[in-house]
C-alpha cells in the first residue's frame, strides 16, 4: 500500500466550477499536509498547507483535513483557465528515519474557458 | 532573486553515457534534496543533504549519484547504470530550523530523455 494515494486525473472542468482535489494517507505521524501546485514543465510551489485537522481558508482555495479518517481535501472555488496546473498533496513529520516528507501522485486539472 | 537554479533545462543522452544535472541555490539553506517525476507516479526521493559533504540515498538512490562540495551546490549524476533514466528532474531545498512544515522550494526541473 502506498503511504499516500491521490487520482492522477485528468481532471476536466468549467470555468466557474467548485473543484474537489483529495487524497488519502497511511501514516498517522504526519502533522503537516500541504498543496503543491505544478504549471506544466516548471517546479511545484507550495499553495497552501494545514497543521494537524481542520479547515484553512486563503481566497477561493480551502484546504481541510481530516487526521481520523486519513484523508485531506483541496477546494477550488469559482475555477479559473489560470487555475489548471497538477496540484500535488504531500504529508511532513518526524517519523523513525527522521524528518520526512512524502508527495502523492498529483491530479491533473484543466479548466475550460 | 533568491532560488534554485537547475541546468540544463532539457538534456539527451544516450545509452551507456553518464550525465550530470546542476542545482544551485542562494537561499542560504541547508537541506537539499534531488527528487525524480514521472507520470502517475508522484516525486519520488532520490538523495538528500543535510550539511556539507554529507548525503544520504533517498527511495530510489541505485544508478545515482550526488555530492555537496559546497552549502549551495548539489550536483546529480544519472549513471549508465540507472536502467530507467527518462524523466523529470526535480532538486529542491528548504531551511532545517524551519518548523514542521519543511516547506520545500523546487527548482523549474531538468527533463532528461535517453535516445
Known amino acids: 500500500q502506498k503511504e499516500v494515494e491521490q487520482d492522477p486525473g485528468p481532471l476536466s472542468v468549467p470555468e466557474g466550477a467548485i473543484v474537489s482535489l483529495n487524497c488519502t494517507y497511511s501514516n498517522s505521524a504526519f502533522q503537516y499536509f500541504m498543496w503543491y501546485r505544478q504549471y506544466s514543465r516548471k517546479g511545484p510551489e507550495l499553495l497552501m498547507y494545514?497543521?494537524?485537522?481542520g479547515n484553512k481558508e486563503d481566497g477561493r482555495f480551502t484546504a481541510q483535513v481530516d487526521k481520523s479518517s486519513k484523508y485531506i481535501s483541496l477546494f477550488i472555488r469559482d475555477s479559473q483557465p489560470s487555475d489548471s496546473a497538477t496540484y500535488l498533496c504531500?504529508?511532513?513529520?518526524?517519523?523513525?528515519?527522521?524528518?520526512?516528507?512524502?508527495f502523492g501522485a498529483g491530479t491533473r486539472l484543466f479548466v475550460k474557458a | 532573486d533568491g532560488g534554485i537554479t537547475q541546468s540544463p533545462k532539457y538534456l539527451f543522452r544516450k545509452e551507456g553515457q553518464n550525465v550530470t544535472l546542476s542545482c544551485e541555490q542562494n537561499l542560504n539553506h541547508d537541506a537539499m534534496y534531488w527528487y525524480r517525476q514521472d507520470p502517475g507516479q508522484g516525486l519520488r526521493l532520490i538523495y538528500y543533504?543535510?550539511?556539507?559533504?554529507?548525503?544520504q540515498k533517498g527511495d530510489i538512490a541505485e544508478g545515482y549519484s550526488v555530492s555537496r562540495e559546497k552549502k549551495e551546490s548539489f550536483p546529480l549524476t544519472v549513471t549508465s547504470a540507472q536502467k530507467n533514466p527518462t524523466a523529470f528532474y526535480l532538486c529542491a531545498s528548504r531551511h532545517l530550523s524551519g518548523g514542521g512544515l519543511g516547506e520545500l522550494f523546487f527548482g523549474e526541473g531538468s527533463r532528461l530523455t535517453v535516445l
Open positions: 494545514t497543521y494537524s485537522s
Open positions: 504531500a504529508m511532513s513529520g518526524q517519523s523513525t528515519g527522521g524528518f520526512k516528507t512524502i
Open positions: 543533504s543535510q550539511i556539507v559533504n554529507d548525503f
